[in-house]
C-alpha cells in the first residue's frame, strides 16, 4: 500500500471516530421529521394515468389553503402544502384533482413538527427550506409518473 494510501485509510478512520457535531445532529433529527417518500428507481408513467393541472383544481382547494396565501407564516404554509401535495401524488398514484388536492390536517401536522423541532412559534422560510426542496425534487418525478404538468 502506498503512503497515499495508508493517509486516506487513516483520515477516513480518523473521521469515522470523530463524534458528530452538536449542530449536524440537530439537522438529522430535523431532517427525520419530514416525511419519508418511497420512489422507484426508474420512474415511469402511471398507464392510464388522466393528469389534471393543480391550478384547474381549485373547487377542490381547502379553504386554509387560501387563507395561508398571506401572513406571517404564508411561504412555510406554501413550502409545507407543496410537499404534501406532491407527496400524495407519489403515495396515491392519482394525478386527478382528488390526488393532487392534499389534506390540510397532514399540513398542519407537518407544520407542528417542525416548530417542534426547530423551536419556534412561528414558520420562516428558513425553517421549511428542507421541505421546499425535497418538494422540488418530487415534482419532475409526479410529473413523469402523470405525463404532464403538475
Avoid: H
Amino acid at each position: 500500500m502506498s503512503i497515499l494510501g495508508l493517509i486516506a485509510v487513516f483520515s477516513a478512520a480518523a473521521w469515522a471516530e470523530t463524534p458528530v457535531p452538536a449542530e449536524l445532529a440537530q439537522e438529522d433529527a430535523y431532517l427525520d421529521v419530514l416525511p419519508k417518500v418511497e420512489i422507484a428507481e426508474n420512474v415511469q408513467p402511471i398507464p392510464g394515468a388522466v393528469n389534471e393541472e393543480f391550478r384547474n383544481c381549485r373547487a377542490l382547494w381547502p379553504a386554509e389553503y387560501e387563507l395561508s396565501q398571506k401572513g406571517p407564516e404564508a411561504r412555510a404554509y406554501r413550502d409545507i402544502y407543496g410537499f404534501i401535495k406532491v407527496r400524495n401524488v407519489v403515495q396515491t398514484q392519482d394525478c386527478s384533482c382528488g390526488g393532487k388536492v392534499a389534506n390540510w390536517e397532514a399540513v398542519e401536522a407537518l407544520a407542528a413538527d417542525l416548530r417542534n423541532a426547530k423551536a419556534v412559534e412561528r414558520l420562516t422560510w428558513q425553517q421549511t427550506l428542507e421541505v421546499f426542496e425535497a418538494s422540488n425534487a418530487l415534482f419532475p418525478i409526479v410529473e413523469t409518473m402523470c405525463g404532464g404538468r403538475f
